[in-house]
């Protein structure tokens, strides 16, 4: 393992053990002052922002990842008011979840605890820097960061104005000062490097990556550390029979181009085919207003002219383009099916006016987030009121969906006793 990733990872070990004991006050205290000079910075910020933005231009970078990349006013205003929301939030750790008494008399509850060590690999998402930082200290947990190469210069101007907001602010009444290992970055951005991070045992507690499909898919299958896994987003929107025609145009037109580089984007359509003649052709002339292309089944073609043919790969594929898929189904029970065989376990939405059938959709989608008559957009930790989000778990243990301050928590088993011994 290369010497600096040793010391980052023996500063952030000794880190987190201090941070673990940080008076909630202190820490939201701390959360305010970085959002406030995160704003005072901005200008920084957008400069070296700048140089990640043309050098992606430069080299080819998808619409949609550079959308991700860009950093805007509106977008660090965003990063600040996050850190706000993060500060006013209930601090978890202490919380006792539940204490019981046993017949031998020892009381034994259960409480939060910091997952110590939480290491973060991720791609051209400035604002992920932000994000991470404020959950993970606020839940008292040290940080290490690999953002990639694509927006380095984004990323050490974050990290640097954090920093200098921790020496200003991260001293305590005894005049003691926050651990230098609280927030780290790797700086070096080669794949053997982030390779090494996956295999940081006793060091890292847990890493959570973030960025596209073969990203995610390396972390899984290299890490030796305990992984979080986030998920790439081939998102659905079923348009039932009974739907609102005018609501679904509207939820499809924000879940695909509001923002098309997100993984909470909508990516495929499904049709109930007793709605398509009436849908698709309304839809089709929305979604030109973005140039949106559509591919579909032969089906959604005969009711529309504007929708070239789809291939088999279409109706697994997250675009993060102005791209869109549309298969029709006969019922709510094929729709069902064919969102569970090609879904990423993100996001799923139906638009209807059918009780059951939301219900049932509810009830049956394999998702992390199933939404009716609302657009996916909202799968997002700022949008349900976490603040931030440290990544969309698409797994099934631990944590699921947007991840908040509980996701970066664990739990021990706290035993009050008088001199019980075992017999």
């Not at 673990?20 to 939201?28: C, M, P, Q, W």
């Not at 951005?189 to 990203?215: F, W």
Request: with cysteine.
């Amino acid at each position: 393992m290369k010497a600096e990733l040793m010391e980052i990872g023996t500063k952030a070990k000794e880190a987190a053990g201090k941070m673990a004991l940080l008076e909630t006050n202190k820490k939201n205290e701390v959360l305010i002052c970085v959002a406030k000079n995160l704003m005072k910075d901005s200008k920084t910020l957008i400069a070296e922002n700048k140089k990640d933005m043309d050098a992606g231009k430069a080299n080819g970078m998808p619409e949609g990842l550079l959308d991700r990349l860009l950093l805007t006013e509106k977008r660090i205003e965003q990063m600040a008011e996050g850190l706000e929301q993060v500060a006013a939030l209930d601090d978890p750790i202490g919380e006792v979840l539940s204490m019981k008494k046993r017949p031998n008399g020892l009381r034994i509850g259960q409480k939060r605890v910091p997952l110590g060590v939480v290491g973060i690999i991720y791609e051209a998402r400035p604002n992920v820097t932000a994000d991470a930082f404020g959950l993970c200290f606020k839940t008292g947990n040290a940080v290490i960061l690999k953002g990639g190469s694509d927006a380095l210069h984004s990323n050490i101007a974050i990290v640097a104005s954090i920093r200098r907001t921790l020496a200003e602010c991260g001293v305590d009444e005894n005049a003691i000062a926050l651990p230098e290992g609280t927030l780290n970055i790797i700086e070096d951005t080669s794949r053997e490097t982030a390779t090494q991070l996956m295999k940081m045992n006793g060091y890292v507690d847990v890493l959570i990556p973030r960025g596209g499909a073969g990203l995610i898919r390396a972390v899984v299958e290299n890490a030796t550390v305990p992984v979080i896994e986030t998920g790439t987003g081939n998102c659905h929107i079923y348009v039932d029979e009974s739907a609102d025609l005018d609501m679904a145009v509207n939820i499809i037109f924000n879940a695909k181009t509001q923002r098309i580089g997100v993984c909470n984007a909508c990516e495929s359509l499904v049709v109930h085919e007793n709605i398509k003649d009436a849908l698709l052709p309304k839809l089709a002339e929305r979604l030109k207003e973005k140039n949106v292309e559509m591919r579909g089944d032969k089906a959604s073609q005969d009711a529309c002219s504007d929708i070239i043919p789809a291939s088999d790969e279409d109706w697994g594929k997250e675009y993060l383009d102005y791209m869109i898929s549309a298969k029709t189904v006969a019922s709510v029970d094929e729709a069902i099916e064919h969102i569970n065989r090609y879904n990423t376990g993100h996001s799923e939405a139906i638009i209807t006016e059918n009780y059951t059938n939301a219900q049932k959709f509810l009830d049956e989608v394999d998702a992390a987030c199933v939404y009716v008559n609302a657009s996916t957009r909202f799968s997002d930790g700022f949008e349900f009121g976490f603040g931030a989000e440290i990544g969309i778990s698409t797994q099934k243990r631990h944590a699921r969906g947007p991840m908040g301050l509980e996701a970066l928590t664990s739990t021990k088993y706290i035993i009050y006793g008088n001199g019980q011994v075992r017999p």
